[in-house]
């Protein structure tokens, strides 16, 4: 199996999720008012999850591991707290909450099924927490339009780069992380030493200096985004640092939610 979590999943509905997630909140705020906000994030969770379990809320797990694999690439995430199979909760120790703290457990949730989770801060002086929810199943995250109109196969690598993020596409499906498709296909091209190399940085005939980047060649890069409204500026951005190398083109994929959009950036455009 492409995505297969290393414990068993329930997949509740909302009501029975805000069921267990009162029960489980009510554990985090006591262990929040009893030790203060700076205890660390590791001990946090512990605490948590020997309350939880102590109070009937089972199994009470830490660190439940999802594998991801194809074709001989795995990697391994691992969600910070999940309750009875199928409540998850992703506790931060941070300033903040921001989106890529969303991003990760919307991430969760895919690699999952599940539809429902909790996201919580406990470095702030009242426990911050945020209800995230989706319904994309992994079926609609399977269904997704090719956008290739600006795209060219200036060498095998590129014509390879198109088709094997089709297979990974096809295999794991749209909507996760982007760095988990970046990361799979510097593995099968041999791996950062290989792909991840410095290119210089040119003011005029002048070289600034130096900047890694990800490369199918030595001339052809390649860049892997997730973005939707700032698509034009990242374009723009991305054809503007282009201009100040010595590279002839990016080979560029960006993850448009259902839209899969690739684009060969050149320096005439």
């Known amino acids: 199996?492409?995505?297969?979590?290393?414990?068993?999943?329930?997949?509740?509905?909302?009501?029975?999720?805000?069921?267990?997630?009162?029960?489980?909140?009510?554990?985090?705020?006591?262990?929040?008012?009893?030790?203060?906000?700076?205890?660390?994030?590791?001990?946090?969770?512990?605490?948590?999850?020997?309350?939880?379990a102590e109070r009937g809320i089972c199994p009470a797990e830490r660190e439940a591991a999802i594998r991801v694999s194809h074709d001989g690439f795995a990697r391994d995430y691992f969600m910070d707290l999940l309750f009875d199979h199928g409540l998850m909760v992703e506790a931060k120790t941070v300033e903040k909450l921001g989106p890529p703290h969303r991003q990760q457990t919307l991430n969760y949730l895919f690699l999952t099924g599940m539809q429902h989770g909790r996201l919580v801060n406990l470095r702030t002086d009242r426990v911050e927490h945020e209800f995230v929810s989706t319904k994309l199943t992994a079926a609609r995250r399977r269904v997704f339009s090719v956008v290739d109109n600006e795209w060219r196969d200036v060498n095998t690598e590129s014509a390879w780069l198109k088709t094997k993020l089709a297979e990974l596409l096809q295999d794991w499906g749209a909507f996760l992380e982007v760095s988990l498709y970046r990361e799979a296909i510097t593995w099968f091209l041999g791996g950062p030493s290989v792909v991840c190399r410095p290119v210089p940085v040119l003011s005029g005939s002048k070289s600034i200096g130096s900047q890694t980047v990800h490369l199918l060649t030595d001339d052809t890069a390649f860049a892997l985004t997730a973005v939707t409204a700032a698509r034009d500026a990242m374009r723009d951005h991305q054809s503007l640092f282009l201009r100040h190398t010595p590279l002839k083109c990016i080979q560029w994929v960006n993850f448009n939610r259902h839209r899969i959009e690739f684009a060969t950036l050149t320096k005439d455009k």
């Open 1 to 52: 199996m492409p995505i297969e979590p290393q414990t068993e999943i329930r997949v509740f509905n909302q009501e029975q999720f805000h069921a267990l997630d009162r029960r489980v909140l009510g554990v985090i705020f006591e262990v929040h008012n009893e030790f203060g906000r700076f205890l660390d994030e590791l001990l946090f969770k512990r605490e948590i999850a020997t309350r939880c």
